[in-house]
């Protein structure tokens, strides 16, 4: 009788498919690294996380782990090369937040753009002379530079053309037919590229430990652009975007994902009035959050019924999608 352990507090749409499953419990915990949760590990056939890290250690501790199951796309919590070790499937639950991500990209974008926060306040304190100020800008004629175009660049992409901004995308892995089908223009230098834009909006994984963003690549962008990261904290190098906005190089910032989430009371952005930061929200609209946790659990039945979609693992070519023994 498969034994799933859930890291973080998912959907009720997500646990009613594990209720409805013969033959399948679970436990769910806050705290995967709670000492409480060793008894819990020790019996773990499947874990489904959400956003805290795992650490490898505490992977080695599930013996009978046959798949682990992340509530998202992104797996930089994942100590992957443990799994690959010991042939473990992880599996993403691929399509189901790229709209929430998109629509949010997109929203940072038109607010930072006509400056909503700011008309907003003044509006409140009465300045009505504010609206002179003609501090909003458009979106259309402007050039979005994408990092990255897997589904959720993909799907930016394709809301951003709706406003009329020309859209250039570079991103090595990704097929330049495909880009230019879909009206974007790639480009494979990425420092050629960010001068010519209006608005960067990176949608890329984390690897490694050096920002693919950092004072270098924004120093490149033209004067008074604007940055959006929805993917990972760490991708634009905090410290110096915050430079960039003091200086006035950068005009403005909208950031829901942070190297230290929740980020210190003290972070750098913070003190800044053309940055708006959400909390690591993006994907996590009601309707989201519910499709999020039904893939998320579906692709760990699907494995016990030899059924995962193959599409869906990210480690592949280092695992089997049976479970041992069958």
Request: charged share 20%; net charge negative.
């Amino acid at each position: 009788m498969p034994h799933i352990l859930i890291g973080g507090r998912i959907h009720e749409a997500g646990l009613d498919l594990i209720r409805a499953t013969p033959g399948i419990r679970f436990d769910m915990v806050d705290d995967m690294t709670a000492p409480t949760t060793l008894p819990l590990l020790e019996k773990t056939d499947a874990i489904l996380v959400r956003t805290q890290t795992l650490p490898a250690t505490l992977l080695e501790q599930a013996k009978n782990l046959k798949i682990l199951s992340r509530h998202g796309v992104g797996y930089d919590n994942v100590p992957v090369e443990v799994l690959n070790r010991r042939h473990i499937p992880l599996c993403i639950v691929g399509d189901a937040n790229s709209s929430a991500v998109a629509e949010h990209t997109l929203m940072l974008m038109l607010a930072l753009a006509k400056r909503v926060i700011a008309y907003d306040r003044e509006t409140r304190a009465g300045n009505w002379r504010f609206r002179d100020s003609q501090e909003a800008t458009d979106l259309d004629g402007k050039t979005l530079l994408l990092l990255g175009f897997g589904r959720i660049g993909h799907a930016v992409a394709k809301r951003a053309a709706a406003f009329g901004l020309n859209i250039e995308v570079h991103d090595p892995y990704a097929d330049p037919n495909v880009v230019s089908n879909t009206g974007a223009t790639p480009t494979p230098s990425l420092h050629e590229a960010l001068p010519r834009a209006d608005f960067l909006s990176v949608h890329i994984p984390l690897i490694g430990s050096k920002a693919p963003i950092g004072a270098e690549e924004l120093a490149l962008l033209k004067p008074g652009a604007i940055v959006i990261n929805t993917a990972r904290g760490g991708i634009i190098d905090e410290s110096a975007l915050a430079e960039a906005l003091t200086r006035g190089h950068i005009s403005g910032a909208g950031l829901d994902v942070f190297v230290t989430e929740p980020p210190a009371p003290n972070h750098p952005l913070f003190c800044h009035d053309r940055v708006i930061l959400t909390p690591h929200a993006a994907g996590l609209s009601k309707e989201c959050a519910m499709r999020m946790a039904s893939m998320a659990a579906q692709n760990i039945l699907d494995f016990f019924q030899d059924k995962l979609d193959p599409a869906l693992v990210v480690n592949s070519a280092h695992t089997s999608l049976a479970p041992a023994g069958r």
